[in-house]
């Protein structure tokens, strides 16, 4: 299951491109639209309630459509965070990260790499190389991918190769 950023939805590129790799691995990929835009509003809701939204999808999914499958989650910024937060609590196997906002841009003080940390499954980050929120460094479970571009991540063809390059060191 991947979620989107919290200033777009499901079609932004790096979504599509994570999403159209991941079918070609031969996954079943589920896009989750946060409730906050399903009722038009534009800014995201505290992190508790994407967290208790996200939680409560994966739980249906896991009761219906995917019913006994190992599940990955993921998403692209803040849809990365609210993966990363709730990875435990989903049993997801591994986790996807587009544009993992480290920190606010400008202010590397405010850093959100605990989020990734807390993570003990593998993880994929596929960062801008030239993203203004930072980027991460590699860690225990976590692998970092630098394509060309910033946080907008627009290659698709960049997020696509990375994604199911990781994808194959998975099976």
């Known amino acids: 299951m991947l979620g989107h950023g ?5 079609e932004s590129p790096d979504l599509v491109a994570a999403t159209n790799a991941a079918r070609s691995s031969g996954l079943s990929v589920a896009l989750m639209e ?19 939204a996200w939680v409560a999808a994966i739980s249906h999914l896991r009761d219906e459509p995917f019913n006994g499958l190992p599940i990955l989650t993921g ?14 609590e989903t049993e997801s196997v591994a986790v996807l990260c587009l544009a993992f906002p480290v920190h606010p841009p400008g202010r ?10 807390a993570v003990d499954v593998p993880v994929l ?7 203004p929120f930072g980027i991460p460094p590699d860690g225990t479970n976590r692998t970092v991918v630098r394509v060309p571009g910033t946080h907008s991540l627009r290659n698709r063809e960049s997020v696509a190769n990375a994604v199911s ?6 099976s």
Do not use: F, K
Not at 109 to 116: A, C, S
Not at 165 to 170: G, K, P, S, V
């Open 165 to 170: 390059e990781w994808l194959r060191t998975m």
């Open 75 to 88: 998403g692209r910024s803040s849809g990365a965070r609210v993966a990363c937060r709730t990875a435990g």
């Open 34 to 52: 946060q409730p906050y835009r399903v009722a038009g509003r534009r800014s995201p809701a505290p992190a508790t309630q994407l967290d208790a």
């Open 6 to 10: 919290a200033g777009g939805g499901v």
């Open 108 to 117: 590397p003080e405010t850093t959100r790499l605990d989020e990734l940390d």
């Open 125 to 131: 980050v596929v960062q801008g190389e030239n993203d």
